[in-house]
């Protein structure tokens, strides 16, 4: 990691603007998504608008088919460096 550079500006995110964000970056709709997951394209609409949590079963599906890890789904903003020396 002695190669890492911190990103100069840092934003925060909601677990359901991180789902929508990494939908949007594989050009996927929810509807698509539902598809894939089975998981009703009104209940990932909620997710992604915060009125409803993720839970860590639904991350996991989300996860599979977004081939991604469910932390970057459940922990958006976790700060490693900031979280150890704590």
């Known amino acids: 990691m002695k190669n890492y550079i911190k990103a ?7 677990v359901g ?29 909620a997710i992604e608008n915060n ?7 639904r991350a996991k599906v989300f996860a599979r088919a977004l081939h991604c890890h469910p932390a970057v789904l459940v922990f958006p903003g976790w700060d490693m460096q900031h979280e150890s020396a704590a």
């Open 17 to 45: 603007e991180s789902l929508k964000i990494i939908r949007e970056f594989q050009e996927l709709s929810q509807n698509q998504l539902a598809e894939i997951t089975s998981i009703p394209q009104s209940t990932i609409s």
């Open 51 to 57: 009125r409803i949590k993720l839970g860590v079963e």
């Open 8 to 14: 100069q500006k840092q934003i925060e995110v909601t």
